[in-house]
């Protein structure tokens, strides 16, 4: 197989090319390329490269990932696209004005230059970061996990999509109303700020919180699994995942309509609330139950092994699960049914029958009788009658 020559292979370009593709050819260097005036997309990606020549000022995107880039050259005005990642990086250039993606996660970076306006989506993730920029208002997506962060600068309203976790942050600041998506977990939370209205995902499990605030009516996944919480809040109607498990709950909330998955393994449960018509999927396992709701018809998933009710139904089969269940269930209702007889006929007696006829059977309510009857138009009889 002939060696390719990049010398041979760029000379016999012509200028007017507006692509060039030079990615997994074991390049080590790349000879200068402003003579292409043209040129919008550069692949350079999977070489060898430790820099690049110099940007001519017409190129759009950079794909220069995976090498062994230790610096960038300047970037040229009109660079719309740049992705940086899986190299040596220690800096990065100034970011020019019309620049829109960034990708510069898995390098060495300490820190950034400032965002330039119109950036939408920033990939920093898997640096040695301990503090961001502030955040220019058209980004829309922060991916900056698996850094050292210990705080977050304030949300730009735009921003939709954060991925801050596996850091150490100790705070949240306060989330902007069009964010939709928080991944915070796997970092020191202690508690997290009041849930914007549009948030639809939220991941703060791993953290040591002890109350989560009340969940905003569009959230549809809750993961606040691995964490110190001893109760959860209402659930909106919307929520469709719910993951607790690995924590300190004794019982939880009534399980709103829509819910779909229910993981609450792990936890001091002693009781599970009436399960909703669409939940399909219920962990239950290593808690305190010793019994089961009545199974719904749509649940397809269910581990409940490792609680008192498993050594009694003894099965992993649903149908033979919810039989035993229904007979369990009459056996309790007869149960307490004729444990409590005795107390029940005494509470009917001494709290509404004994009041009743002690009202209506007391000489003061025949004397009440005699006395409206001022005129003397009744018999006594009849009075005596309706006094009987």
Same mark, same amino acid.
């Given at each position: ?6 010398? @041979? ?5 012509? &200028?007017?090319? !507006? ?22 997309? +550069? ?21 220069? %990932? ?18 940086? =990642? ?29 965002? /330039?306006?119109? +950036? ?32 977050? $600068? ?28 928080? =991944?915070? %977990?796997? /970092? ?8 914007? @209205? ?12 002890? +109350?989560? $605030? ?23 109607? *919307? +929520? ?42 219920? =962990? ?9 709701? @009545? ?18 139904? !003894? ?17 309790? *209702? ?11 006929? !005494? ?24 006395? !409206?009857?001022? &005129?003397? @138009? ?11």
């Amino acid at each position: 197989m002939t060696e390719f020559c990049i010398e @041979t292979y760029i000379n016999g370009l012509p &200028e007017n090319i !507006d692509i060039i593709k030079v990615n997994g050819r074991q390049l080590n260097y790349l000879p200068d390329l402003t003579r292409f005036k043209n040129l919008k997309e +550069l692949y350079c990606y999977n070489n060898q490269l430790t820099e690049l020549p110099t940007l001519n000022e017409n190129l759009q995107e950079l794909h220069c %990932y995976n090498n062994q880039l230790v610096v960038l050259p300047s970037l040229n005005s009109n660079l719309q696209k740049l992705f940086c =990642h899986n190299n040596q990086l220690v800096v990065l250039p100034s970011l020019n004005s019309n620049l829109q993606i960034l990708h510069c996660y898995n390098n060495q970076l300490v820190v950034l230059p400032s965002l /330039n306006t119109n +950036l939408d989506t920033l990939c920093c993730n898997n640096n040695q970061l301990v503090v961001l920029p502030s955040l220019n208002e058209n980004l829309q997506k922060l991916y900056c996990y698996n850094n050292q962060l210990v705080v977050l $600068p304030s949300l730009n309203e735009n921003l939709q999509k954060l991925y801050c976790y596996n850091n150490q942050l100790v705070v949240l600041p306060s989330l902007n109303e069009n964010l939709q998506i928080l =991944h915070c %977990y796997n /970092n020191q939370l202690v508690v997290l700020p009041s849930l914007n @209205t549009n948030l639809d995902t939220l991941c703060c499990n791993n953290n040591h919180l002890t +109350l989560i $605030p009340s969940l905003n009516e569009n959230l549809k996944v809750l993961n606040c699994s691995n964490s110190q919480l001893v109760a959860l809040p209402s659930l909106n109607s *919307n +929520l469709q995942e719910l993951y607790c498990y690995n924590s300190q709950l004794t019982s939880l909330p009534s399980l709103n309509e829509n819910l779909h998955v229910l993981f609450c393994n792990n936890n001091q449960l002693t009781f599970l609330p009436t399960l909703n018509v669409n939940l399909r999927k219920l =962990h239950c396992q290593h808690n305190q139950l010793a019994s089961l709701p @009545t199974l719904n018809v749509n649940l397809q998933e269910l581990y409940y092994n490792n609680n008192l009710i498993y050594e009694i139904i !003894d099965s992993n089969n649903l149908f033979i699960i919810n039989n035993k269940l229904q007979i369990l269930h009459k056996f309790c *209702n007869l149960y307490y049914c004729l444990k409590f007889k005795t107390q029940f006929r !005494d509470f009917l007696w001494k709290k509404i029958r004994e009041p009743k006829i002690m009202k209506k059977y007391h000489p003061s309510y025949l004397n009440k009788l005699l006395i !409206d009857d001022v &005129e003397g @138009t009744e018999d006594l009889d009849m009075v005596l009658n309706s006094w009987l």
